[in-house]
């Protein structure tokens, strides 16, 4: 396994305190008490970074689509796994979907061109 970038990380932990939990689903809401959570996560697809989270998050199937944009942060649940798409590159997520839990509004651009790994922790803003 390669070393986590320091640099990186750190850059994609601010970003990650600016993420905002606004989508009101059983996920987000289960994701948001279970705060802070901390995920080790690998660039896939050249689109996303992505890792499984601690446990397994509820969903109901009303709150899936396979849709998403460059900003959000997702949950896909037969991973399981978290994800946040820095890039809109590809086709659409295969079902059965993932769940939106929030959105970055800006700064998506460093998580870009990391090839490593990164561990993240997303907790409450203050």
Request: hydrophobic share 30%.
């Amino acid at each position: 396994m390669e070393t986590p970038d320091p640099l990186c990380a750190g850059l994609r932990e601010q970003i990650l305190e600016r993420i905002d939990i606004t989508y009101d689903n059983a996920t987000s809401r289960a994701l948001a008490s279970s705060l802070p959570v901390t995920v080790q996560r690998s660039d896939m697809l050249d689109r996303e970074l992505y890792g499984g989270p601690p446990e397994p998050l509820p969903t109901a199937e009303g709150d899936r689509q396979t849709d998403y944009r460059a900003g959000q942060l997702v949950y896909w649940p037969p991973g399981p796994g978290l994800a946040v798409y820095y890039e809109h590159a590809g086709p659409s997520v295969p079902g059965p979907g993932m769940v939106v839990l929030g959105t970055i509004d800006s700064g998506t651009d460093a998580f870009t061109g990391h090839d490593g790994s990164a561990e993240f922790t997303i907790g409450r803003a203050d």
